[in-house]
Nanobody
């Protein structure tokens, strides 16, 4: 059974950094697009970044360009999201997803993790 498990969230002060991890298991995701989304209370799920596992090609939401970096370790079947210069508005549950199409829409992703909470204090 395919499974995505996120980790690395926590409580940090504004200006700090975190590295989130998404470990994949249960199937080969080598041909998939891996995405990170976030969802704050009362808000819609928002695209953050995506990476094509086979090529390493990346895509970012405009709101995070320059602060967030997505990367992958194929041997470990893990995708990372490095978050720098955190802001209080980055507070959300961050979710990892896998799909066949590189899209900013959550509808385009077939598998989802449970999410990891990121809280940024001012």
């Amino acid at each position: 059974q395919a499974q995505l498990v996120e980790s690395g969230g926590g409580l940090v002060q504004a200006g700090g950094s975190l590295r989130l991890s998404c470990a994949a298991s249960g199937r080969t995701f080598s041909s998939y697009v891996m995405g990170w989304f976030r969802q704050a209370p009362g808000k819609e799920r928002e695209f953050v970044a995506a990476i094509v596992r086979s090529s390493g090609s990346t895509d970012y939401a405009d709101s995070v360009k320059g602060r967030f970096t997505i990367s992958r370790d194929s041997a470990k079947k893990t995708v990372y999201l490095q978050i720098n210069s955190l802001k209080p508005e980055d507070t959300a549950v961050y979710l990892c997803a896998a799909g066949f199409v590189s899209t900013h829409s959550p509808v385009g992703y077939d598998y989802w993790g449970q999410g990891t909470q990121v809280t940024v204090s001012s």
